[in-house]
T-cell receptor
Framework: AQRVTQPEKLLSVFKGAPVELKCNYS??????LFWYVQYSRQRLQLLLR??SRESIKGFTADLNKGETSFHLKKPFAQEEDSAMYYC??????????FGPGTRLSVLP | GAGVSQSPRYKVTKRGQDVALRCDPI?????LYWYRQALGQGPEFLTY????????KSGLPNDRFSAERPEGSISTLTIQRTEQRDSAMYRC??????????FGPGTRLTVT
């Protein structure tokens, strides 16, 4: 069965500290991997996708097929990064599954 | 044009009543998705459409739930004989390429 795990429900870091939000997946085929973010009182939106290999708002995510992981990283967290983050593999529109989410809290 | 819209934004209904939730996707988007999200959890896939064709409804929890998208644009998710356990945020998203999804603001359903 397709599964996504995000082991931390809540992650608190101080401003300027590095942050890593973990995501592991169990998926057949070669899914495309996404991170979605939801800031307070805003709608869910795409943060980044592995295929584009971009850095968005200082965040990067590396797909590790051996470990089936897609951890989201940022070297220096900012207070405005506080939000809910969801890891989501997409098997090209089939059985789209979101992880349970990690709430990132960046403390001043 | 504008992003994905959903209506109503909030719906309170009594147990046993039917409800219809509407999603208006971004113009021209081929794919439309419905999710349900309980408090403290990630979005749970319900169903999705390409144009007017329902491609996958495996996430619909039971036969009280149905969805349609008759003209390939606006979609309606209908819940018949609502139960308290149906209370959740219902989210709609649309996509042009079957990849990145653009989400609406959600409809918060409360069944009393």
């Amino acid at each position: 069965a397709q599964r996504v795990t995000q082991p931390e429900k809540l992650l608190s870091v101080f401003k300027g500290a590095p942050v890593e939000l973990k995501c592991n997946y169990s998926y057949s085929g070669s899914p495309e991997l996404f991170w979605y973010v939801q800031y307070s009182r805003q709608r869910l939106q795409l943060l980044l996708r592995h295929i584009s290999r971009e850095s968005i708002k200082g965040f990067t995510a590396d797909l590790n097929k051996g470990e089936t992981s897609f951890h989201l990283k940022k070297p220096f967290a900012q207070e405005e990064d506080s939000a809910m983050y969801y890891c989501a593999p997409d098997n090209y529109g089939q059985n789209f599954v979101f992880g349970p989410g990690t709430r990132l809290s960046v403390l001043p | 044009g504008a992003g994905v819209s959903q209506s109503p934004r909030y719906k309170v209904t009594k147990r046993g009543q039917d409800v219809a939730l509407r999603c208006d996707p971004i113009s021209g988007h081929v794919s439309l998705y419905w999710y349900r999200q309980a408090l403290g959890q990630g979005p749970e896939f319900l169903t999705y459409f390409n144009y007017e064709a329902q491609q996958d409804k495996s996430g619909l929890p039971n036969d009280r739930f149905s969805a349609e998208r008759p003209e390939g644009s606006i979609s309606t998710l209908t819940i018949q004989r609502t139960e308290q356990r149906d209370s959740a945020m219902y989210r709609c998203a649309s996509s042009s390429s079957g990849s990145e999804q653009y989400f609406g603001p959600g409809t918060r359903l409360t069944v009393t």
